[in-house]
């Protein structure tokens, strides 16, 4: 006894040490504007303060600051440098997302392998969000390809309440968002078929179901529902699911229902077998099996916000 005592007073202190570096990580991001890194020279001071508790709370409220900060830091050293903006460029990479295709333009992610300007290579990696008008052939996820390209940085509008669309892109890394140029330069030079074999995969069910259901409206919420692609879905339906509380629906797709009844399975088959005689009653796989249907059944019932269309 007299030694658990003390066990669980640090236990307790080291809970309030890291509730204190969480919390550090959540104030900075309450910050207008990134602090200059010479703000954090600090940083090789912080053992010195490590000898009270209230200091050690101090430090690790900074320390969590710290983290977020270097974070932050990484993403904007490898945004596209400003030098680059309107230039045409000539990149080679490899089609990263399911394409989202209209009358005239096809928008897709396109993962980054080289960068070529007229001063020579460029170091830029990441992915960039790239519109190509009036293409008339048919991009698949995982096929590289050389494109001519202008390219600018991710920007958003300043609109606290709004969809912050430079912040979903950083979350991506995505670097850059342009638009593909009308150029002899632009050929197919491949394929990663491994990679992406799985987008592949919801590629070819949407275009099934495009191809069986007439209508276009419902086979843009049919492959919603069942891949995850929202790319049918017009402003004014999304609108419409927004008012009647019902576009958490469509942001959780049949995959990811899937995902939770297949956790939830082997979870149940877990927790049952854990308890020998409730498997006199009923087989572990039967459980695992109701606790699979009761996750995939109550799953799309708890609302949550959709990510950026």
């Known amino acids: 006894m007299g030694q658990d005592a003390p066990q669980k007073a640090a236990e307790v202190f080291m809970t309030f040490i890291l509730l204190a570096f969480v919390t550090g990580t959540a104030l900075f991001q309450l910050l207008p504007v990134l602090p200059e890194p010479a703000w954090f ?7 010195l303060f490590w000898v009270s508790r209230l200091t050690r709370f101090l430090s690790a409220l900074l320390a969590g600051g710290l983290w977020a900060f270097l974070f932050a830091w990484l993403q904007l050293s490898q945004a596209m440098p400003l030098s680059l903006e309107g230039e045409t460029l000539i990149v080679t990479g490899v089609v990263a997302s399911l394409p989202k295709q209209t009358s005239s333009i096809n928008r897709f992610e396109f993962e980054l392998e ?29 096929q590289r390809w050389q494109l001519q390209v202008r390219l600018k940085r991710p920007r958003g509008l300043q609109n606290p309440i709004g969809f912050d669309y430079e912040k979903w892109l950083y979350s991506r890394r995505i670097r850059a ?6 150029s002899t330069e632009n050929q197919l030079i491949g394929a990663d078929d491994f990679s992406y074999m799985i987008d592949r995969i919801r590629h070819r069910i949407g275009s099934e179901i495009e191809h069986l259901v007439e209508s276009q409206k419902s086979s843009g919420l049919i492959r919603a529902l069942a891949i995850g692609d929202r790319g049918g879905i017009s402003s004014s339906d999304w609108e419409a699911f ?13 995959l990811h229902i899937g995902i939770v009844a297949g956790l939830m399975f082997f979870l149940g088959q877990w927790l049952w077998r854990q308890w020998p005689n409730l498997m006199l009653w009923l087989p572990a796989p039967k459980a695992g099996a109701i606790t699979g249907l009761l996750g995939g059944t109550i799953w799309p019932v708890f609302p949550c916000p ?3 269309l």
């Open 306 to 308: 959709p990510s950026g």
């Open 114 to 142: 080289t960068v070529q300007s007229k001063h020579g290579p460029e170091p830029l990696q990441g992915r960039l969000r790239l519109n190509w008008y009036r293409f008339d052939g048919v991009l698949l996820p995982g």
């Open 242 to 254: 927004t008012r009647t509380g019902t576009n958490h629906l469509i942001a959780i797709s049949g």
């Open 177 to 182: 968002t342009g638009y593909v140029v009308r």
């Open 41 to 47: 020279c600090i940083a090789g001071t912080l053992p």
